[in-house]
């Protein structure tokens, strides 16, 4: 189960930090990765960033690449893991349902087919 909060209403070039707490029935290890995908009205859901579970492999889509940065938080317990996505320098065209999604592997994915873990998804609105 993900849970993610954080979202809200801001005006544009403000800034958002939304976080995602996932809690597993298996070890960690069963979400190494975990990451924001974002999906506007009439689109499909994108993937904005994701990172492993130290936090120190990155990687972001580049139309939010150098605004955002996601990290991690050590891991609470054996079946728990923290994301967060501090958004900055905001814009009209990044208001979006944001949903966080985390899954195994050794490698990092950017679809959301390849992620097994969702959360219920977070509104963020960037007025202009």
């Known amino acids: 189960q993900l849970q993610a909060s954080g979202g809200g209403l801001v005006q544009a070039g403000g800034s958002l930090r939304l976080s995602c707490t996932a809690s597993v029935s298996r070890p960690v290890s069963s979400i190494y990765w975990m990451a924001w995908f974002r999906q506007a009205p009439g689109m499909e859901r994108e993937f904005v960033a994701t990172a492993n579970s130290n936090g120190d492999i990155t990687e972001y889509a580049d139309s939010v690449k150098d605004r955002f940065t996601i990290s991690r938080d050590k891991a609470i317990s054996r079946h728990q893991a923290t994301v967060y996505l501090q958004m900055s320098s905001l814009k009209p065209e990044d208001t979006a349902v944001y949903y966080c999604?985390?899954?195994?592997?050794?490698?990092?994915?950017?679809?959301?087919?390849?992620?097994?873990?969702w959360g219920q998804g977070t509104q963020v609105t960037v007025s202009s």
């Open positions: 999604a985390a899954r195994g592997g050794v490698r990092p994915a950017y679809v959301p087919g390849e992620y097994g873990y």
